[in-house]
């Protein structure tokens, strides 16, 4: 993201961080502080188990910056190319496993330079840049309706690359090929669209579900049908712009700024709620204790849904006591507006 245009996008995210569906979610914890001084701008974040890998905004070098576990820079891997507006990271290759050196792991990351707050560039570029500085590919790519911005990627479960547009609107979902051509344009290829206003980035939860991220809350969606599951809600951040799904599921983001936390979400937070047992048709069930006010209620888990009342996060009492203040004012008004006019013909 330019700095022209951080001052507004951070006060949209204040807003939407102060809003109910953006709260904090007051049980994610701290895992490690970027503590490099050159890390301003975190935009992307892929979790390799005991590597972490980042990547700054706009504005910065073809760089990315290898982290340990304290969250402190062991390597930077520079590659060739000039980088634009880079705004996000996806996992390409095997990841490192706690029992093994990193070293001798394969993995590698997808660097997605997609960025175009204006909507000028004719085309944008991914790179997959291995870690351990074996040689590096990058691919051009094209949207199918000219220029858009566009600040996610992941690599969804039959191994193709998808870019999320970022709008206040919603998001394009857009794939590109099964096989990238280094040599000419990758056409990308409308397949759905998102519901996440203003999509920072997404990440592949499993291989039925895909997250995509916003400022104060995030979407689970349902792949292959990008049908929406639920809302979750994400830590308070002063500008969140990146996603990771890690070993086990484990889900972290982080924000823009300098030393700003990195965040790990609890599993059940993103878990699909587990099915409520029913008896079968015909069946007699056994009649158990009285449900408690616990048992009734949502689950907590459910990120927004167990504690606002409402799958995308919103307080839906509240949204309800407003909506019904705003029409007794307009109703008011009106009213009032119609006994004026009357009083005046009258004299």
């Known amino acids: 993201m330019r700095r022209a245009e951080a001052g507004a996008v951070a006060a949209v995210a204040l807003l939407l961080a102060a809003a109910p569906a953006g709260a904090a979610d007051e049980r994610a914890r701290e895992v490690f502080r970027l503590q490099d001084a050159r890390i301003t701008e975190s935009s992307g974040l892929v979790d390799l188990g005991p590597r972490t890998?980042?990547?700054?905004?706009?504005?910065?070098?073809?760089?990315?910056?290898?982290?340990?576990?304290?969250?402190?820079?062991?390597?930077?891997?520079?590659?060739?190319g000039e980088a634009v507006d880079v705004e996000a990271l996806a996992p390409a290759g095997k990841p490192a496993q706690p029992s093994e050196p990193s070293e001798a792991a394969d993995a590698a990351v997808w660097v997605g330079d997609i960025g175009d707050n204006q909507a000028v560039r004719s085309s944008v570029t991914v790179t997959r840049v291995p870690l351990d500085g074996g040689p590096v590919a990058a691919y051009e790519l094209t949207y199918?309706?000219?220029?858009?911005?566009?600040?996610?990627l992941l690599v969804d479960p039959g191994g193709r690359l998808v870019v999320v547009t970022k709008s206040f609107t919603g998001g394009e979902v857009l794939r590109a090929p099964a096989r990238l051509d280094p040599a000419a344009p990758n056409r990308l290829e409308r397949v759905a669209r998102v519901d996440e206003a203003l999509a920072t980035d997404a990440a592949l939860l499993s291989p039925t579900r895909v997250l995509v991220r916003g400022y104060g809350d995030a979407g689970i969606y349902a792949w292959p049908s990008w049908e929406p599951v639920r809302r979750v809600r994400l830590p308070a951040q002063p500008q969140g712009e990146a996603v990771s799904v890690g070993p086990g599921g484990r889900v972290r983001v982080s924000s823009e700024g300098v030393g700003t936390p990195v965040w790990q979400l609890p599993a059940t937070a993103t878990a699909d709620p587990v099915p409520t047992a029913s008896p079968t048709a015909g069946a007699s069930a056994t009649p158990g204790p009285a449900p408690t006010a616990a048992d009734r209620a949502p689950a907590a888990e459910d990120g927004?849904?167990?504690?606002?009342g409402g799958a995308g996060g919103v307080d839906r009492a509240a949204l309800g006591t407003g909506l019904l203040l705003g029409g007794v004012g307009l109703a008011a008004v009106a009213w009032l507006s119609?006994?004026?006019?009357?009083?005046?013909?009258?004299?």
Do not use: I, K, M
């Open 338 to 347: 119609r006994r004026s006019r009357r009083s005046r013909r009258g004299s």
């Open 304 to 308: 927004a849904a167990g504690r606002d």
């Open 144 to 152: 199918p309706d000219g220029p858009a911005d566009a600040e996610s």
């Open 53 to 80: 890998v980042t990547t700054n905004d706009s504005g910065d070098g073809a760089r990315l910056f290898v982290l340990d576990a304290q969250g402190r820079t062991t390597a930077v891997r520079e590659y060739a």
